[in-house]
């Protein structure tokens, strides 16, 4: 016999339409200003912020709310060298032939390289797990999208709380399970430094596609 799923009162503030159209600015102007991060300062950050950002991403929608990911927060200096070692290894064979020619050319504009100083430089890294299952076997579903998402808002919550991030995707990141002894049901998604930028901090002079090519209106 099924039961009634069990349920509670939605939390939800209805706004006045002055309100939304307030809240909407101010949430794109901030993630208009979001820009990955490649040098960043040693200066320590407050890590309860971050970990009350982890918090944020971790109310992240999920299939069939599974919440399949695992976030851990890297600060031990010991640590984060063992972590560029590994990603610079990786990365040397990636730019140095693994990597298709298109794709190197495609990433010519951003001026990146094998080399990975900001793994150490970063007060902080977070390296996000996705769980293939759940530590008993069980399924989990829509894995890659829930994880996006959550890491999305995580990404969103470190810049609205002032800090910057770099999305890094050192190919391949196997080693980052075995350096943070992350179980066998878990594989690296994508791992993002934290911290301050450095002073004079210049990034890559990109531009964002026009709404009308992104958005479609019907
Ligand atoms: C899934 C994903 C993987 C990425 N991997 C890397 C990476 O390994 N190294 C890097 O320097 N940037 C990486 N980036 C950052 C992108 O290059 C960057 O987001 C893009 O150029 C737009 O710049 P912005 O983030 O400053 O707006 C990655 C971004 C995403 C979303």
Same mark, same amino acid.
């Given at each position: 016999?099924?039961?009634?799923?069990?349920?509670v009162p =939605?939390?939800?503030?209805?706004?006045?339409?002055?309100?939304?159209?307030a /809240?909407?600015?101010?949430?794109?102007?901030?993630? /208009?200003?979001?820009?990955?991060?490649?040098?960043?300062?040693?200066?320590?950050?407050?890590?309860?912020?971050?970990? /009350?950002?982890?918090?944020?991403?971790?109310?992240?929608?999920?299939?069939?709310?599974?919440?399949?990911?695992?976030?851990?927060?890297?600060?031990?200096?010991?640590?984060?060298?063992r972590?560029?070692?590994?990603?610079?290894?990786?990365?040397?064979?990636?730019?140095?032939?693994?990597?298709?020619?298109?794709?190197?050319?495609?990433?010519?504009?951003?001026?990146t390289?094998a080399?990975?100083?900001?793994?150490?430089e970063?007060?902080?890294?977070v390296?996000?797990? =996705?769980?293939?299952?759940?530590?008993?076997?069980g399924?989990h579903?829509?894995?890659?999208?829930?994880?996006?998402?959550?890491?999305?808002?995580?990404?969103?919550?470190?810049?609205?709380?002032?800090l910057?991030?770099?999305?890094?995707?050192?190919?391949?990141?196997?080693?980052?399970?075995?350096?943070?002894?992350?179980?066998?049901?878990?594989?690296?998604?994508?791992?993002?430094?934290?911290?301050?930028?450095?002073?004079?901090? /210049?990034?890559?002079d990109?531009?964002?596609?026009?709404?009308?090519?992104?958005?479609?209106?019907?």
């Amino acid at each position: 016999m099924s039961s009634e799923p069990s349920t509670v009162p =939605l939390s939800f503030e209805r706004l006045e339409e002055p309100e939304m159209r307030a /809240r909407a600015d101010a949430f794109f102007e901030n993630v /208009r200003r979001r820009r990955s991060v490649r040098h960043f300062s040693s200066e320590p950050i407050p890590l309860d912020v971050v970990e /009350r950002c982890i918090e944020a991403a971790a109310q992240a929608p999920s299939g069939a709310n599974k919440q399949p990911w695992t976030f851990v927060l890297v600060t031990d200096p010991d640590t984060k060298r063992r972590i560029r070692e590994a990603a610079e290894e990786e990365e040397r064979g990636f730019y140095g032939g693994r990597a298709p020619q298109a794709w190197l050319d495609d990433l010519a504009h951003l001026g990146t390289d094998a080399h990975k100083p900001f793994l150490e430089e970063a007060p902080a890294l977070v390296v996000v797990f =996705l769980q293939r299952t759940d530590d008993a076997g069980g399924r989990h579903y829509y894995v890659h999208e829930s994880v996006g998402l959550a890491t999305g808002f995580l990404i969103a919550a470190l810049a609205h709380a002032g800090l910057a991030t770099l999305t890094h995707t050192p190919s391949p990141m196997g080693f980052l399970s075995e350096i943070l002894g992350r179980p066998e049901n878990e594989r690296p998604f994508l791992l993002l430094p934290v911290g301050y930028p450095i002073t004079d901090c /210049r990034v890559p002079d990109i531009r964002r596609k026009p709404t009308n090519e992104v958005l479609i209106r019907r």
